[in-house]
Protein backbone atom coordinates (compact mmCIF):
# COMPACT_ATOMS: atom_id res chain seq x y z
CA UNK A 1 0.00 0.00 0.00
CA UNK A 2 1.19 3.27 -0.66
CA UNK A 3 0.76 5.41 2.86
CA UNK A 4 0.27 9.47 2.44
CA UNK A 5 -0.29 11.53 5.35
CA UNK A 6 -3.16 13.22 4.78
CA UNK A 7 -5.21 15.40 7.33
CA UNK A 8 -9.17 15.21 7.95
CA UNK A 9 -9.82 17.40 5.21
CA UNK A 10 -8.15 15.14 2.68
CA UNK A 11 -10.78 15.31 -0.27
CA UNK A 12 -10.44 18.97 -0.28
CA UNK A 13 -6.93 19.80 1.24
CA UNK A 14 -5.59 21.28 -1.65
CA UNK A 15 -8.24 23.05 -3.51
CA UNK A 16 -6.92 26.60 -2.17
CA UNK A 17 -3.93 26.34 -4.07
CA UNK A 18 -5.49 25.14 -7.04
CA UNK A 19 -3.03 22.12 -7.41
CA UNK A 20 -5.86 19.89 -7.99
CA UNK A 21 -7.35 21.75 -11.07
CA UNK A 22 -4.40 20.25 -13.66
CA UNK A 23 -3.16 17.01 -13.89
CA UNK A 24 0.39 18.28 -13.41
CA UNK A 25 -0.73 19.81 -9.87
CA UNK A 26 -2.66 16.61 -8.80
CA UNK A 27 0.01 14.59 -10.06
CA UNK A 28 2.43 16.63 -7.69
CA UNK A 29 0.33 15.94 -4.88
CA UNK A 30 0.60 11.94 -5.57
CA UNK A 31 -2.45 11.73 -8.36
CA UNK A 32 -2.96 8.69 -10.24
CA UNK A 33 -0.66 6.66 -7.79
CA UNK A 34 -3.59 5.08 -6.06
CA UNK A 35 -4.93 4.03 -9.23
CA UNK A 36 -1.36 1.85 -10.39
CA UNK A 37 -1.15 0.54 -7.02
CA UNK A 38 -4.69 -0.98 -7.48
CA UNK A 39 -4.09 -2.15 -10.86
CA UNK A 40 -0.48 -3.71 -10.76
CA UNK A 41 -0.77 -4.59 -7.10
CA UNK A 42 -4.22 -5.92 -6.44
CA UNK A 43 -6.70 -7.79 -8.07
CA UNK A 44 -10.62 -6.93 -8.54
CA UNK A 45 -11.83 -8.76 -5.28
CA UNK A 46 -8.82 -6.89 -3.50
CA UNK A 47 -10.42 -3.35 -4.41
CA UNK A 48 -13.90 -4.24 -3.66
CA UNK A 49 -12.72 -5.86 -0.52
CA UNK A 50 -10.99 -2.92 0.80
CA UNK A 51 -13.50 -0.87 0.00
CA UNK A 52 -16.02 -3.02 2.23
CA UNK A 53 -13.65 -3.21 4.72
CA UNK A 54 -13.77 0.34 4.84
CA UNK A 55 -17.44 1.04 5.55
CA UNK A 56 -17.27 3.61 2.76
CA UNK A 57 -21.16 4.66 2.06
CA UNK A 58 -22.49 6.38 -0.64
CA UNK A 59 -22.74 9.97 -0.75
CA UNK A 60 -25.41 10.69 -2.90
CA UNK A 61 -28.34 10.52 -0.06
CA UNK A 62 -29.12 6.80 0.66
CA UNK A 63 -26.09 5.87 2.04
CA UNK A 64 -25.66 2.00 1.15
CA UNK A 65 -22.26 0.49 1.38
CA UNK A 66 -20.11 0.91 -1.88
CA UNK A 67 -18.16 -2.33 -1.73
CA UNK A 68 -21.41 -4.21 -1.73
CA UNK A 69 -23.00 -1.98 -4.27
CA UNK A 70 -19.58 -2.58 -6.34
CA UNK A 71 -19.96 -6.84 -5.65
CA UNK A 72 -23.55 -6.90 -7.24
CA UNK A 73 -21.46 -6.47 -11.04
CA UNK A 74 -21.66 -9.45 -12.51
CA UNK A 75 -18.11 -11.05 -13.33
CA UNK A 76 -16.93 -12.44 -16.30
CA UNK A 77 -18.90 -12.65 -19.38
CA UNK A 78 -18.52 -11.19 -23.21
CA UNK A 79 -21.46 -8.44 -22.57
CA UNK A 80 -19.63 -4.87 -22.09
CA UNK A 81 -20.27 -3.38 -18.74
CA UNK A 82 -20.72 0.53 -17.05
CA UNK A 83 -20.18 3.03 -14.38
CA UNK A 84 -22.29 5.68 -14.31
CA UNK A 85 -21.38 8.62 -12.14
CA UNK A 86 -24.30 10.95 -10.63
CA UNK A 87 -23.08 14.36 -11.26
CA UNK A 88 -27.25 15.28 -11.39
CA UNK A 89 -26.69 17.75 -7.97
CA UNK A 90 -30.19 19.04 -8.05
CA UNK A 91 -30.81 18.46 -4.37
CA UNK A 92 -31.71 21.98 -3.19
CA UNK A 93 -28.98 23.02 -0.34
CA UNK A 94 -26.42 20.28 -2.14
CA UNK A 95 -23.56 22.15 -3.58
CA UNK A 96 -20.36 20.00 -2.95
CA UNK A 97 -19.70 17.95 -5.79
CA UNK A 98 -19.64 21.06 -8.25
CA UNK A 99 -16.67 21.92 -6.24
CA UNK A 100 -15.00 18.76 -6.07
CA UNK A 101 -15.96 18.71 -10.25
CA UNK A 102 -14.55 22.59 -10.71
CA UNK A 103 -11.55 21.94 -8.12
CA UNK A 104 -10.91 17.71 -8.02
CA UNK A 105 -11.91 16.54 -11.18
CA UNK A 106 -8.93 14.67 -11.68
CA UNK A 107 -9.65 12.87 -7.62
CA UNK A 108 -13.36 12.03 -8.90
CA UNK A 109 -11.14 10.56 -12.21
CA UNK A 110 -8.85 8.34 -10.07
CA UNK A 111 -11.64 6.92 -8.42
CA UNK A 112 -13.66 6.04 -11.37
CA UNK A 113 -10.89 4.18 -12.97
CA UNK A 114 -10.53 2.11 -9.85
CA UNK A 115 -13.96 1.43 -9.67
CA UNK A 116 -14.18 0.30 -13.39
CA UNK A 117 -10.79 -1.92 -12.00
CA UNK A 118 -12.86 -3.43 -9.44
CA UNK A 119 -16.09 -4.50 -11.79
CA UNK A 120 -14.53 -5.02 -14.51
CA UNK A 121 -16.16 -2.08 -16.43
CA UNK A 122 -15.18 -0.69 -19.54
CA UNK A 123 -16.56 2.80 -20.12
CA UNK A 124 -18.24 5.38 -17.39
CA UNK A 125 -20.50 8.12 -18.06
CA UNK A 126 -20.58 10.79 -15.82
CA UNK A 127 -24.16 12.17 -16.05
CA UNK A 128 -23.57 16.03 -15.10
CA UNK A 129 -26.16 18.63 -14.14
CA UNK A 130 -27.22 20.73 -17.30
CA UNK A 131 -26.95 24.21 -15.00
CA UNK A 132 -23.22 23.55 -14.02
CA UNK A 133 -21.26 24.99 -16.93
CA UNK A 134 -18.16 25.90 -15.93
CA UNK A 135 -18.17 22.79 -14.07
CA UNK A 136 -18.63 20.59 -17.52
CA UNK A 137 -15.57 22.76 -19.47
CA UNK A 138 -13.28 21.71 -16.50
CA UNK A 139 -14.41 17.87 -16.36
CA UNK A 140 -13.66 17.67 -20.20
CA UNK A 141 -10.88 19.28 -19.94
CA UNK A 142 -9.14 16.93 -17.13
CA UNK A 143 -10.90 14.12 -19.68
CA UNK A 144 -8.90 15.37 -22.16
CA UNK A 145 -5.61 15.18 -20.09
CA UNK A 146 -6.46 12.17 -18.77
CA UNK A 147 -6.35 10.59 -22.13
CA UNK A 148 -3.46 12.31 -22.99
CA UNK A 149 -1.11 10.77 -20.04
CA UNK A 150 -2.57 7.27 -20.64
CA UNK A 151 -4.82 7.07 -17.44
CA UNK A 152 -7.82 6.86 -19.60
CA UNK A 153 -8.16 4.73 -22.88
CA UNK A 154 -7.10 1.68 -24.94
CA UNK A 155 -3.95 0.79 -22.72
CA UNK A 156 -4.21 2.16 -19.18
CA UNK A 157 -0.98 3.25 -17.69
CA UNK A 158 0.23 0.06 -19.87
CA UNK A 159 -1.09 -2.54 -18.13
CA UNK A 160 -3.62 -3.83 -20.75
CA UNK A 161 -6.77 -2.54 -18.83
CA UNK A 162 -9.60 -0.36 -21.12
CA UNK A 163 -11.36 2.32 -19.59
CA UNK A 164 -13.03 5.06 -21.70
CA UNK A 165 -14.55 8.13 -20.03
CA UNK A 166 -17.60 10.15 -21.55
CA UNK A 167 -19.16 13.09 -20.40
CA UNK A 168 -23.23 13.75 -20.87
CA UNK A 169 -24.99 16.99 -19.96
CA UNK A 170 -28.64 16.83 -18.56
CA UNK A 171 -31.75 18.90 -19.20
CA UNK A 172 -32.11 20.38 -15.39
CA UNK A 173 -34.64 17.37 -14.21
CA UNK A 174 -34.30 16.45 -10.43
CA UNK A 175 -35.90 13.14 -11.08
CA UNK A 176 -32.96 12.32 -13.26
CA UNK A 177 -30.82 12.45 -9.82
CA UNK A 178 -32.29 9.29 -9.47
CA UNK A 179 -30.40 7.04 -11.07
CA UNK A 180 -32.93 5.07 -13.26
CA UNK A 181 -34.40 8.02 -13.90
CA UNK A 182 -30.49 9.11 -15.10
CA UNK A 183 -30.13 6.04 -16.86
CA UNK A 184 -33.67 6.37 -18.73
CA UNK A 185 -32.42 9.80 -19.32
CA UNK A 186 -28.79 8.72 -20.76
CA UNK A 187 -30.24 6.41 -23.26
CA UNK A 188 -31.87 9.33 -24.26
CA UNK A 189 -35.90 8.65 -22.99
CA UNK A 190 -37.83 10.76 -21.19
CA UNK A 191 -36.24 11.05 -17.60
CA UNK A 192 -38.36 8.46 -15.57
CA UNK A 193 -37.59 5.93 -12.97
CA UNK A 194 -38.03 2.26 -13.71
CA UNK A 195 -39.25 -0.44 -11.66
CA UNK A 196 -37.19 -2.76 -9.90
CA UNK A 197 -36.25 -5.88 -10.15
CA UNK A 198 -34.34 -6.07 -12.24
CA UNK A 199 -32.16 -3.54 -11.12
CA UNK A 200 -28.84 -1.78 -12.92
CA UNK A 201 -26.49 -4.45 -11.99
CA UNK A 202 -28.31 -6.82 -13.89
CA UNK A 203 -29.94 -3.99 -16.12
CA UNK A 204 -28.73 -1.23 -16.40
CA UNK A 205 -27.51 1.53 -19.36
CA UNK A 206 -28.37 0.14 -22.24
CA UNK A 207 -29.50 -3.24 -20.67
CA UNK A 208 -25.98 -3.90 -19.61
CA UNK A 209 -24.83 -4.28 -15.72
CA UNK A 210 -23.86 -0.83 -14.49
CA UNK A 211 -23.03 0.48 -11.14
CA UNK A 212 -23.94 3.81 -10.14
CA UNK A 213 -22.26 6.37 -7.71
CA UNK A 214 -22.00 9.78 -7.05
CA UNK A 215 -19.14 12.19 -7.37
CA UNK A 216 -17.77 12.23 -3.86
CA UNK A 217 -18.14 8.43 -3.30
CA UNK A 218 -15.61 7.98 -6.41
CA UNK A 219 -13.79 10.69 -4.78
CA UNK A 220 -12.88 8.71 -1.72
CA UNK A 221 -11.88 6.12 -3.43
CA UNK A 222 -8.33 6.91 -4.21
CA UNK A 223 -7.58 7.82 -0.68
CA UNK A 224 -8.97 4.48 0.82
CA UNK A 225 -6.53 3.08 -1.64
CA UNK A 226 -3.72 4.61 -0.93
CA UNK A 227 -4.06 4.82 3.10
CA UNK A 228 -6.25 1.51 3.65
CA UNK A 229 -9.57 0.67 5.46
CA UNK A 230 -8.43 0.96 9.18
CA UNK A 231 -6.96 5.17 8.18
CA UNK A 232 -10.30 5.48 6.70
CA UNK A 233 -12.09 4.07 9.76
CA UNK A 234 -10.18 6.30 11.77
CA UNK A 235 -12.43 9.28 10.88
CA UNK A 236 -16.11 8.91 11.54
CA UNK A 237 -18.32 7.24 14.06
CA UNK A 238 -18.10 3.35 13.76
CA UNK A 239 -21.34 2.99 11.82
CA UNK A 240 -20.54 6.08 9.09
CA UNK A 241 -16.63 5.91 8.50
CA UNK A 242 -15.36 8.53 6.98
CA UNK A 243 -15.61 12.16 6.14
CA UNK A 244 -18.19 14.22 3.97
CA UNK A 245 -18.52 17.89 2.71
CA UNK A 246 -21.55 19.77 4.10
CA UNK A 247 -22.73 22.51 2.60
CA UNK A 248 -24.28 24.79 5.37
CA UNK A 249 -26.31 27.70 3.89
CA UNK A 250 -29.01 30.03 4.88
CA UNK A 251 -29.32 32.22 8.22
CA UNK A 252 -25.37 31.76 8.54
CA UNK A 253 -22.71 34.13 8.90
CA UNK A 254 -20.11 31.64 7.07
CA UNK A 255 -22.19 29.68 4.57
CA UNK A 256 -20.01 27.16 2.11
CA UNK A 257 -18.41 24.18 2.51
CA UNK A 258 -16.86 22.37 5.58
CA UNK A 259 -15.33 18.72 5.03
CA UNK A 260 -15.35 17.46 8.41
CA UNK A 261 -15.89 13.79 10.18
CA UNK A 262 -19.35 11.82 9.84
CA UNK A 263 -20.58 11.88 13.44
CA UNK A 264 -20.03 16.20 13.82
CA UNK A 265 -22.88 17.42 15.80
CA UNK A 266 -25.50 19.43 13.81
CA UNK A 267 -24.60 22.51 16.59
CA UNK A 268 -21.04 22.45 15.85
CA UNK A 269 -21.60 23.05 12.05
CA UNK A 270 -23.75 25.76 12.54
CA UNK A 271 -22.33 27.62 15.33
CA UNK A 272 -18.97 26.87 15.65
CA UNK A 273 -17.76 26.43 11.24
CA UNK A 274 -20.78 28.70 9.66
CA UNK A 275 -20.43 31.34 12.55
CA UNK A 276 -24.04 31.11 13.73
CA UNK A 277 -26.24 33.09 12.55
CA UNK A 278 -25.80 37.16 12.19
CA UNK A 279 -27.70 40.18 14.02
CA UNK A 280 -28.31 38.59 17.25
CA UNK A 281 -31.13 36.06 16.00
CA UNK A 282 -32.11 33.01 17.12
CA UNK A 283 -32.16 29.63 15.30
CA UNK A 284 -35.46 28.28 14.63
CA UNK A 285 -35.23 25.07 12.56
CA UNK A 286 -32.31 23.54 10.37
CA UNK A 287 -32.82 20.95 7.60
CA UNK A 288 -29.93 18.48 8.25
CA UNK A 289 -29.29 17.06 4.40
CA UNK A 290 -30.96 18.75 1.73
CA UNK A 291 -34.30 20.07 1.19
CA UNK A 292 -36.40 16.30 0.75
CA UNK A 293 -35.09 15.64 4.36
CA UNK A 294 -37.28 16.42 7.46
CA UNK A 295 -36.30 19.82 9.48
CA UNK A 296 -35.10 19.98 13.14
CA UNK A 297 -35.96 22.30 15.42
CA UNK A 298 -32.83 24.56 17.77
CA UNK A 299 -33.67 21.97 20.84
CA UNK A 300 -32.57 19.09 18.89
CA UNK A 301 -29.44 20.22 17.03
CA UNK A 302 -26.67 18.38 19.69
CA UNK A 303 -27.03 15.41 16.96
CA UNK A 304 -23.83 13.81 15.16
CA UNK A 305 -24.66 13.66 11.70
CA UNK A 306 -24.07 10.40 10.84
CA UNK A 307 -27.28 8.41 10.11
CA UNK A 308 -27.34 6.04 12.82
CA UNK A 309 -28.17 9.00 14.97
CA UNK A 310 -30.60 11.55 12.87
CA UNK A 311 -32.61 8.48 12.50
CA UNK A 312 -33.09 8.62 15.72
CA UNK A 313 -34.41 12.01 15.41
CA UNK A 314 -37.18 10.98 12.50
CA UNK A 315 -34.90 12.67 9.65
CA UNK A 316 -31.70 11.55 7.56
CA UNK A 317 -27.92 12.79 6.44
CA UNK A 318 -29.35 13.24 2.78
CA UNK A 319 -26.39 14.71 0.63
CA UNK A 320 -25.65 16.84 3.74
CA UNK A 321 -26.53 19.95 2.79
CA UNK A 322 -27.45 22.10 6.06
CA UNK A 323 -30.03 24.77 5.44
CA UNK A 324 -30.72 27.54 8.31
CA UNK A 325 -33.65 29.22 9.31
CA UNK A 326 -33.60 32.15 11.44
CA UNK A 327 -36.47 33.06 14.35
CA UNK A 328 -38.20 35.24 11.56
CA UNK A 329 -38.79 32.30 9.25
CA UNK A 330 -42.57 31.60 8.66
CA UNK A 331 -42.75 27.21 7.95
CA UNK A 332 -45.44 27.85 6.66
CA UNK A 333 -43.95 30.03 3.85
CA UNK A 334 -41.09 26.95 3.81
CA UNK A 335 -43.45 24.33 3.58
CA UNK A 336 -45.22 26.52 0.30
CA UNK A 337 -41.33 26.67 -1.16
CA UNK A 338 -40.83 22.93 -0.47
CA UNK A 339 -44.20 21.87 -1.89
CA UNK A 340 -43.76 24.01 -5.22
CA UNK A 341 -40.61 22.43 -5.99
CA UNK A 342 -41.95 18.60 -5.52
CA UNK A 343 -44.62 19.67 -7.27
CA UNK A 344 -42.81 21.21 -10.30
CA UNK A 345 -40.47 18.51 -9.96
CA UNK A 346 -42.60 15.24 -10.43
CA UNK A 347 -42.08 13.21 -13.16
CA UNK A 348 -45.88 12.72 -13.46
CA UNK A 349 -45.15 8.71 -13.29
CA UNK A 350 -46.88 7.03 -10.53
CA UNK A 351 -50.38 8.75 -8.95
CA UNK A 352 -49.49 9.48 -5.22
CA UNK A 353 -46.64 11.46 -6.53
CA UNK A 354 -48.24 13.30 -9.70
CA UNK A 355 -51.60 13.96 -7.79
CA UNK A 356 -50.13 13.74 -3.98
CA UNK A 357 -47.45 16.96 -4.87
CA UNK A 358 -49.83 18.86 -5.75
CA UNK A 359 -52.74 18.40 -3.39
CA UNK A 360 -50.01 19.07 -0.31
CA UNK A 361 -48.85 22.80 -2.62
CA UNK A 362 -52.89 23.66 -2.74
CA UNK A 363 -53.30 23.14 0.96
CA UNK A 364 -50.08 24.95 2.34
CA UNK A 365 -50.94 27.80 -0.12
CA UNK A 366 -54.45 27.96 1.07
CA UNK A 367 -53.10 28.05 4.78
CA UNK A 368 -50.56 30.75 4.23
CA UNK A 369 -52.93 33.00 2.60
CA UNK A 370 -55.23 32.84 5.19
CA UNK A 371 -57.76 30.36 3.43
CA UNK A 372 -57.29 27.38 5.59
CA UNK A 373 -58.71 25.58 8.37
CA UNK A 374 -57.97 22.82 11.19
CA UNK A 375 -58.76 19.97 8.81
CA UNK A 376 -56.56 21.09 6.59
CA UNK A 377 -53.80 20.32 8.66
CA UNK A 378 -55.19 16.99 8.98
CA UNK A 379 -55.26 16.35 5.24
CA UNK A 380 -51.85 17.54 4.72
CA UNK A 381 -50.39 14.60 7.00
CA UNK A 382 -53.03 12.17 5.71
CA UNK A 383 -51.25 12.98 1.69
CA UNK A 384 -47.93 12.52 2.69
CA UNK A 385 -48.65 9.52 4.75
CA UNK A 386 -50.56 8.15 1.51
CA UNK A 387 -47.43 9.21 -1.04
CA UNK A 388 -44.78 7.55 1.79
CA UNK A 389 -43.25 4.14 0.34
CA UNK A 390 -45.97 3.57 -2.22
CA UNK A 391 -44.44 5.22 -5.49
CA UNK A 392 -41.76 3.29 -7.52
CA UNK A 393 -38.44 5.43 -6.42
CA UNK A 394 -38.25 7.65 -3.57
CA UNK A 395 -39.17 11.09 -4.67
CA UNK A 396 -43.15 11.45 -2.71
CA UNK A 397 -40.89 9.86 0.13
CA UNK A 398 -39.03 13.09 -0.42
CA UNK A 399 -41.78 15.06 -1.11
CA UNK A 400 -43.78 13.66 2.12
CA UNK A 401 -40.83 14.09 4.74
CA UNK A 402 -40.77 17.79 5.10
CA UNK A 403 -44.14 18.54 5.51
CA UNK A 404 -44.52 15.39 8.38
CA UNK A 405 -40.90 17.06 9.79
CA UNK A 406 -42.29 20.66 9.30
CA UNK A 407 -45.89 19.85 11.09
CA UNK A 408 -44.27 17.40 13.46
CA UNK A 409 -41.97 20.34 14.82
CA UNK A 410 -43.68 23.69 14.06
CA UNK A 411 -47.46 22.49 13.92
CA UNK A 412 -48.10 26.18 16.18
CA UNK A 413 -46.94 27.93 12.77
CA UNK A 414 -49.60 26.25 10.74
CA UNK A 415 -52.50 26.43 13.74
CA UNK A 416 -51.05 30.75 14.00
CA UNK A 417 -52.23 31.02 10.27
CA UNK A 418 -55.63 29.22 10.48
CA UNK A 419 -56.42 30.81 14.02
CA UNK A 420 -55.34 34.79 12.91
CA UNK A 421 -56.63 33.98 8.94
CA UNK A 422 -52.87 35.36 7.90
CA UNK A 423 -49.36 35.08 8.54
CA UNK A 424 -48.05 36.28 11.28
CA UNK A 425 -44.21 36.57 11.06
CA UNK A 426 -44.48 40.42 9.25
CA UNK A 427 -40.42 39.58 9.30
CA UNK A 428 -40.61 36.41 7.13
CA UNK A 429 -38.93 36.37 3.65
CA UNK A 430 -41.58 37.07 0.74
CA UNK A 431 -43.17 34.20 -1.38
Known amino acids: MLTVPYTTQYLTEHFADGDYTTLAGYERKGGYRAARVALTQMSPADVIQLVKDSGLQG?????????MKWSFMPAGGDAPKYLVCNADESEPGSFKDRILLERGAHQMLEGILIAAWAT?????????????????????????????????GANVMRTGFRHDVVMQRGAGAYICGEET?????????????????????????????????????????????????????????EKSPGTTIFGVSGHVARPGLYELPLGTRLDEIVFEHAGGVPGGR???????????????????????????????RKTMLGTGGVMVMDETTCMVRVACVITYFFRDESCGQCTQCREGTGWLNKITNRIERGAGSEEDLAILLDVAAKMEGQTICAFADAAAW???????????????????????????FEL
Open 59 to 67: RGGAGFSTG
Open 120 to 152: GADKTFVYIRGEYAQPAVTLQRCIDEAYAAGYL
Open 181 to 237: GLLESLEGKKGQPRKKPPFPAQYGAFGMPTTVNNVETFSHVPHIVANGAEWFRGFGT
Open 282 to 312: KVKGVIPGGMSMPILPAGQLDVPMANEHLRE
Open 402 to 428: PIQGLLRHFRGDFEEHVRQRKCPFSSS
